[in-house]
């Protein structure tokens, strides 16, 4: 839709919605915006409301609508002039459609066919949800009368992730009884709370085949939707991908069933390779969603129209990125850090101090972004503080900014950077850590690895270590365990566990 030009001072909210595709994907259901109030239309209260999977009209678009409260009241005014919009990441206008509605008449009004589905989770996925983020933004007009100044809102709206990877062993398998079901638990690494029990059981099929069955039941009645990816890891450790399913969960659905891609005949057939030692070995990434657990305002402006600052703020960390990704380019990034030329901030330790470019920091680090947006005190400053960190620490992580590379990493140093990474948010790097510490895993450090994952909450680290304390815990000395007990007995509690009854 074409976006039809305005004049005159408006009020605008920018709304962002993370996470998007884990939303519900039931029809009719909406997600409705923070209150926003506008004082240029007799202080009344409005919201948008969002429709992220279509309405009962239109099943195929996703459809938006400006919502008032105050319908009843007399101070409405009359008719109300705005326009609705989806914005991509650099800021520009994905969509847009402009309306003019009497809402003494019904409570709210708005686009039903906005954009299509396929379009926003599919083929124009990258445009449409940058970061999993669908970004909405309302304008609105004093219809035959001009504001007194512009007024902007930004608010975000977050539907909470929880995931979770694990290898699930079923030992003898090919002596399962029929019928006779298997479960594992899933829980949360937050706080060991049970979130899905998962059975497993083989029935009879056709022809005398032997299908192996799974049903699903959540723990964690917060779940609505979730989705998991199901691998089988053959003998030579790789994964053959069998099934990903999409659940939906609600009272009158509170359990989920799905076939495995393999039967038991097939499995058997292939032994050698699909049960090594009778062992069926399979692994689970999961994806739960606990619905909205989060709903700001997080800044209103009066009396500017900062868009096309913001925009070209976001413009230029963006241009950043492209360039940090350019490899002939990347190589005069790196010159500029090695030659110290035009930095405008230092990085100080209790020991040293450490030159870099703001503008680079904050396209790699969420955290430093924050540091140096215009509000932030450490903008105006060319130092920033990180006392917490050492010296190679500090170093190591500049080095992994400016040229995308985490060299010659040891567990010493590759836990101090995952730390680092964590509270930095510099993402790219944390996984990379994650990747070293998961291959160098040993009978020596295994303790301090679950130590370093459940501090971080990282269940995806924790998950890998129990998997290996359960194979060679046995193998582990006293000291090891000592530490463990003394830093965290729970957590000593379930490894031991672990140990002794999955073996």
Not at 149 to 167: C, H, M, N, P
Not at 200 to 214: Q, S, W, Y
Request: with cysteine; glycine share 4%; hydrophobic share 35%.
């Amino acid at each position: 839709m074409a976006t039809e030009g305005n004049e005159g001072k408006y009020f605008s909210i920018d709304w962002k919605i993370e996470n998007l595709s884990y939303f519900s994907e039931n029809i009719r259901e909406r997600i409705e915006s923070p209150h926003f109030m506008v004082d240029a239309l007799n202080g009344m209260t409005w919201s948008l409301l969002v429709y992220p999977r279509g309405d009962k009209c239109n099943e195929d678009y996703i459809s938006a609508y400006l919502f008032t409260e105050n319908v009843d009241s007399p101070a409405l005014p009359t008719e109300v002039k705005f326009e609705l919009a989806l914005i991509g990441k650099d800021g520009s206008v994905l969509e847009s459609d402009v309306c003019e509605y009497n809402f003494k008449e019904t409570r709210g009004y708005g686009c039903h066919r906005f954009a299509t589905l396929k379009d926003v989770y599919d083929t124009k996925r990258s445009m449409f949800l940058p970061q999993n983020t669908l970004t909405v933004r309302c304008k609105i007009w004093k219809k035959g009368e001009s504001m007194d100044q512009d007024v902007r809102y930004f608010a975000r709206t977050r539907i909470g992730v929880e995931k979770r990877s694990f290898l699930w062993n079923l030992e003898e398998f090919s002596t399962l009884e029929s019928e006779n079901k298997c479960t594992y638990l899933i829980k949360s690494p937050k706080n060991d709370e049970q979130i899905m029990s998962v059975d497993l059981f083989v029935t009879a099929g056709v022809n005398c085949d032997e299908i192996i069955r799974f049903e699903l039941f959540p723990k964690d009645k917060t779940i609505k939707y979730s989705t998991f990816r199901l691998s089988l890891v053959d003998a030579s450790g790789n994964k053959v991908e069998c099934n990903q399913e999409e659940l939906w969960f609600d009272e009158e659905r509170e359990c989920e069933k799905f076939s495995f891609f393999f039967t038991r005949n097939k499995l058997l057939a292939n032994k050698r390779m699909f049960l090594p030692n009778d062992v069926l070995s399979l692994q689970w990434d999961w994806a739960f969603s606990k619905g909205i657990v989060l709903e700001e305002i997080e800044e209103v402006q009066y009396g500017c129209t900062s868009s096309e600052v913001k925009i070209s703020d976001a413009r230029e960390v963006n241009d950043i990125e492209e360039i940090l990704s350019s490899n002939p380019v990347l190589d005069s990034v790196k010159n500029l850090y090695e030659e110290k030329f035009l930095c405008d901030v230092h990085l100080k330790t209790s020991s040293g101090t450490f030159p870099a470019h703001k503008v680079i920091l904050s396209a790699s680090s969420s955290v430093f972004k924050t540091m140096f947006s215009n509000d932030a005190k450490e903008n105006n400053s060319e130092y920033v503080d990180i006392k917490e960190l050492d010296d190679d620490t500090v170093k190591r992580m500049l080095h992994y900014i400016y040229t995308s590379s985490a060299e010659d990493l040891t567990w010493e140093s590759a836990t101090g950077l995952y730390d680092a990474a964590n509270k930095y948010g510099i993402m790219s790097l944390k996984n990379a850590c994650i990747s070293y510490l998961k291959e160098n895993i040993s009978t020596s450090n295994a303790c301090e690895a679950l130590l370093l994952a459940d501090n971080q909450a990282d269940g995806d680290l924790k998950a890998a270590v129990l998997d290996y304390i359960v194979k060679h815990g046995k193998e582990m000395g006293n000291s090891e365990w000592r530490l463990l007990m003394n830093s965290n007995g729970k957590l000593a509690a379930e490894a031991l566990y672990r140990l002794f009854y999955e073996n």
